[in-house]
């Protein structure tokens, strides 16, 4: 992995670590006094696919709050660089532009912004699609575009961005499925796909994030059968307000390592087995989990409280 440090004013201010969320995400950094740069040339610069990158994201998403001199990597509101110690060029780790920053088309530039670590746009009124070269990012560890009008589907190069531990895509305009190559996204903790119009079925491939400690997939227009098999991570899945058909009723046995998944608001029907109804698990989670169907929906045989 290269070696970064953290970047102010053009030179080396702190070594350790460049703290990236409150989750506890750290990207390593530090000073090397073994440089491979020459003596002639020791002032840092910035890359220039960066730095031609950086200049048309800010043409195309402004207004900012606080313009930002090209000339002046201080003044750079909501950028976050690092040195490459090798080649001694600045790089650009951290892009997080937040409410009332943003608005017009989401830039494909951000794509080759490659040292990415965190990348954040949340709260404005961008539009247009997630680019498809988004799995270029491959540095990436937070992945936040929330609470935008991004239409457009989710990219199936996703699944390329193998060192996420964050993704966050709520409240867009997201619609399609969610690609298979999700399942690739192994080091995933913290997942939030609510608040969309992404439709079919729930992936499977949850089920390969061995390190997920949190699933939010509410208020989408999923559908058909939830795969108990994504349960077994010992993690709540919350699915509210989607339109689920069926629950496996295995999921109810005290024998399951499952943990029943939140699906209020959906379209379960039927009815659940008196067995079932006498189990610890059901008296537990039954009524939190699947009260509240959508009209004409719900299990015949049970009186919620």
């Not at 780790?93 to 989401?106: K, M, S, T």
């Not at 058909?224 to 994504?230: K, Q, S, V, Y």
């Not at 109810?252 to 959906?266: R, T, Y």
């Not at 989990?289 to 929906?297: H, N």
Request: aromatic content about 6%; proline content about 4%; overall charge negative.
């Amino acid at each position: 992995m290269k070696r970064f440090s953290y970047v102010r004013n053009g030179r080396c201010r702190i070594s350790l670590s460049i703290l990236l969320c409150s989750i506890g995400l750290f990207v390593g950094v530090g000073c090397s006094s073994d440089s491979t740069v020459s003596e002639g040339d020791l002032t840092p610069h910035l890359n220039k696919s960066d730095s031609l990158a950086l200049v048309k994201i800010y043409q195309e998403i402004g207004p900012w709050h606080q313009d930002w001199d090209l000339h002046d990597i201080t003044t750079w509101n909501g950028v976050t660089t690092g040195l490459e110690e090798e080649s001694n060029e600045i790089r650009v780790i951290g892009l997080e532009v937040y409410a009332g920053q943003c608005h017009g088309i989401l830039p494909k530039e951000i794509c080759q912004l490659t040292e990415l670590r965190r990348l954040v746009i949340s709260g404005g009124i961008m539009q247009g699609n997630i680019p498809n070269d988004i799995g270029k990012l491959k540095n990436l560890i937070i992945l936040v575009i929330a609470d935008n009008n991004v239409t457009g589907v989710i990219p199936e190069s996703i699944g390329e961005l193998t060192s996420l531990r964050m993704l966050q895509l709520s409240n867009n305009l997201l619609s399609g499925t969610v690609p298979e190559s999700i399942g690739n996204l192994k080091n995933l903790e913290y997942l939030y796909i609510n608040d969309t119009y992404i439709s079919g079925d729930v992936p499977k491939g949850i089920a390969n994030m061995k390190k997920l400690k949190r699933a939010v997939l509410t208020d989408n227009k999923f559908s058909g059968t939830f795969p108990i098999e994504i349960l077994k991570n010992n993690i709540l899945i919350e699915c509210n307000n989607n339109n689920i058909t069926e629950l496996p009723l295995e999921v109810w046995n005290d024998s399951s390592d499952c943990v029943p998944p939140l699906l209020q608001g959906n379209r379960l029907s039927g009815e659940i087995p008196e067995h079932i109804k006498h189990t610890k698990k059901w008296e537990e989670y039954g009524d939190i989990c699947t009260r509240c169907q959508q009209k004409g929906y719900g299990y015949s045989n049970v009186i919620y409280d």
